[in-house]
């Protein structure tokens, strides 16, 4: 028997999940989405293999390898829409997230705004570490 010859990536997003799937025995890339279930994401990866595995190839036998990288986390970040947060952190570097320096649109722009920090000032706490 043959070795197994088909890879899967997937990718959980907000809105969809992404696919794609390789076969090395034919050297086919192939790649489609499912709408995303933000509830459940596991159950939008359920689904896309299942409809990979009807339309691309008949049995889990050829299946070789699944790879596995989501957004979620980082969207909800990003959105703000995540639970409140804290951040602990050295001495000094109270802070870091509110000075930003790279974090701006146009970075030589001295009067330009500045998104609000992730992590406002007043969840923000320095601790003294031992070197």
């Known amino acids: 028997m043959d070795e197994p010859a088909l890879r899967i990536g997937v990718d959980i997003g907000g809105t969809f999940t992404d696919f794609v799937l390789y076969d090395e025995t034919r050297s086919e890339l192939r790649s489609f989405k499912v709408l995303s279930t933000p509830r459940a994401p596991e159950e939008a990866v359920l689904q896309g293999v299942a409809a990979g595995s009807a339309r691309y190839f008949t049995d889990g036998s050829e299946l070789a390898t699944i790879v596995h990288g989501s957004t979620v986390a980082t969207n ?48 923000c706490y320095e601790i003294t570490e031992r070197v």
Do not use: N
């Not at 802070?95 to 790279?102: E, N, S, T, Y």
């Open 76 to 123: 909800a970040l990003l959105e703000r829409k995540g639970a409140r947060t804290a951040l602990i952190t050295t001495r000094g570097f109270r802070d870091l997230l509110a000075i930003a320096r790279q974090d701006r649109a146009r970075i030589y722009d001295l009067l330009g705004g500045r998104p609000a920090p992730l992590i406002p000032p007043e969840r």
